[in-house]
């Protein structure tokens, strides 16, 4: 009995080598060196703090806080990413098991479920919840398809609920996915059933679409909460602060609408790619977009023999609807006709504004392709030149979906590299709270959300409240597209007037904000800030390397 268990976990462990192989390419880099990774939108540091229960990613923060007991942050982040990157394995490993058994095919959707410009431009980015909510997402695809084969067998749609909840937490707006894929598949569904004179059976099926529905709302209860009956952020900041220069400033790139929709279609068009933040796949000319062109006809051949099977053409039929409408969805208002749905739906469908970036549908649209990838591999397996060379023909495909997102490989290509914080910054945090544990705030200078920091070598956002144990006041305006500021909280307005006054105003001298010690790191236009050493109340303290210590006199 015992050897019986042995071989069957040798055998379960043997299965999931190819996969962690596949993350494993990417992440390994990054353990071979200690210290934290820091991207344009992800940075990560020794003081992570709770975000309010009411935060969709309260319940990641919950589980980095108690883990940061046993395990230190820095590889906390990196276990982080394998998490996210296992989230979109798995999701491409779940939409192949719809279809097949066939280990190599299986291994192949997952590959192409990684590798592509959606996860790189995202990844690259920092956006880590994008790309979180794209793996569930990928789940989600998944499950609904194995339920559609067997809509009796309930279980698929509420594993299917469960991971359509999880993608709310760390992308809101992923549920506007998740709702047009759900529409769809339940109508799928109810045709199904009636055509196949199982009537009967449909109440039985809308009660269990029910149910799963119930599931998704009490897995983000707390956000949904927070929206509705409390004071939300998400509420906030959709209602009152993103604007039609939002979409503008986030819009899908191409210089032109041909390569506007090019883009889309080659899963990339990222606003992000734009700021010149990491390498971009565009930048290797000579296999730009050349890589899908080669797997695009395995694509058609899975929608053509899809269409010769009576089950799978009605599904065939509503995978081209989710196509199409998240393909013009994506394209925002890149395009005059695309533009006006965009902007109805911005102006008239609550909380869609707070999708500004409509590139993320190309979350879907990897999804589809990879459906289809599937369906195509598996005819193409059938042939008899394929099996006889099936080994070498699944490693050429595999070279060819690599090709995809080739710059992802080996840490990003070595654009992300760990990186420790400088031993001064670590020297300041110590002295402020011997000084006064912390029982007022730091102001942290100069007032970016985005800078960049010598000791990274890049631009990242700021990292300070990340970093500093006592509460750091820090710039929250993003300063891009025509957008200065999009924060209107009490601390940022009373700052900003600050600055702006060059230290006219009586934001010290009243000091309502609890302001205790000024840090002015030395990057960018630190200079600028200086005059802050001829103001009354303010004691120069300390100069480190990278570093100015100011305390403020109550």
């Known amino acids: 009995m015992r050897k019986m268990k042995n071989n069957l976990n040798g055998f379960k462990i043997k299965n999931l080598l190819p996969y962690i192989g596949l993350i494993s390419i990417i992440v390994l880099p990054w353990f071979f060196k200690s210290g934290y990774l820091f991207f344009t939108d992800m940075v990560w540091g020794p003081n992570m703090s709770l975000s309010h229960w009411t935060s969709g990613w309260f319940y990641f923060d919950l589980i980095i ?53 959606f996860v790189y431009d995202r990844l690259m980015y920092g956006q880590t919840g994008a790309t979180l909510s794209y793996g569930f997402l990928l789940v989600v695809f998944g499950y609904l398809l194995k339920y559609y084969f067997k809509p009796l067998n309930k279980k698929p749609l509420f594993l299917a609920s469960i991971f359509a909840g999880f993608s709310f937490w760390p992308s809101p707006h992923f ?44 897995i983000n209860f707390n956000w949904l909460y927070g929206v509705f009956f409390g004071n939300s952020n998400i509420a906030q900041t959709v209602g009152e602060t993103i604007t039609k220069q939002d979409l503008l400033a986030f819009k899908t790139i191409g210089s032109t609408p041909f390569e506007t929709v090019q883009n889309v279609f080659l899963m990339s068009g990222f606003w992000g790619m734009a700021q010149f933040r990491y390498e ?84 879907v649209i990897a999804a589809i392709y990879e459906i289809f990838l599937v369906c195509g591999l598996i005819e193409l397996f059938k042939k008899r030149i394929v099996v006889k060379h099936k080994q070498l023909i699944a490693f050429l495909i595999f070279f060819i979906i690599l090709l995809q997102a080739p710059l992802l490989v080996w840490g990003g290509a070595g654009q992300i590299k ?96 609890n302001i205790g010690y000024i840090i002015l790191a030395k990057e960018v236009d630190w200079r600028n800030y200086l005059w802050i050493e001829k103001l009354s109340g303010i004691e120069f303290v300390r100069e480190t390397k990278n570093l100015k210590v100011y305390k403020v006199e109550r």
């Open 280 to 363: 971009s796949l565009k930048d290797i000319k000579e296999n730009w977009g050349r890589s899908f062109y080669f797997l695009l006809p395995i694509i058609i051949l899975g929608l053509i023999y899809n269409f010769k099977n009576g089950e799978k053409k009605r599904l065939n039929f509503a995978l081209i609807f989710i196509f199409i409408t998240a393909f013009i969805l994506a394209l925002g208002i890149a395009l005059p006709f695309t533009s006006k749905i965009t902007l109805w739906l911005f102006n008239n469908v609550p909380f869609y504004k707070g999708l500004r970036e409509p590139q993320k549908w190309v979350a």
């Open 65 to 117: 806080k108690i883990l940061s007991f046993a395990i230190s942050i820095s590889l906390l982040e990196k276990l982080f990413i394998v998490f996210v990157l296992s989230a979109v394995v798995y999701g491409g490993y779940r939409i192949a098991r719809a279809f097949t058994n066939n280990k190599l095919i299986l291994f192949l959707g997952s590959a192409f479920a990684l590798f592509n410009p």
């Open 175 to 218: 549920a506007f996915f998740i709702i047009l894929i759900y529409l769809v598949f339940g109508v799928l569904i109810f045709v199904k059933l009636i055509s196949e004179k199982r009537q009967k059976q449909i109440f039985k099926v809308f009660k269990y679409f029910i149910l799963s529905v119930l599931i998704v709302l009490a």
């Open 418 to 513: 760990s990186t420790n914080y400088p031993s001064d910054w670590y020297e300041v945090d110590d002295l402020i709270i011997k000084d006064s544990c912390c029982k007022s705030k730091i102001l942290f200078l100069p007032w970016h959300l985005y800078m960049g920091f010598k000791w990274v070598g890049n631009i990242i956002a700021n990292p300070s409240p990340r970093f500093f144990k006592c509460p750091v006041i820090y710039g929250k305006n993003m300063e891009f597209g025509g957008i200065y500021d999009r924060s209107d909280d009490r601390e940022s307005v009373a700052v900003r007037k600050w600055l702006s006054s060059r230290g006219k105003t009586d934001l010290l001298k009243d000091n309502e904000i």
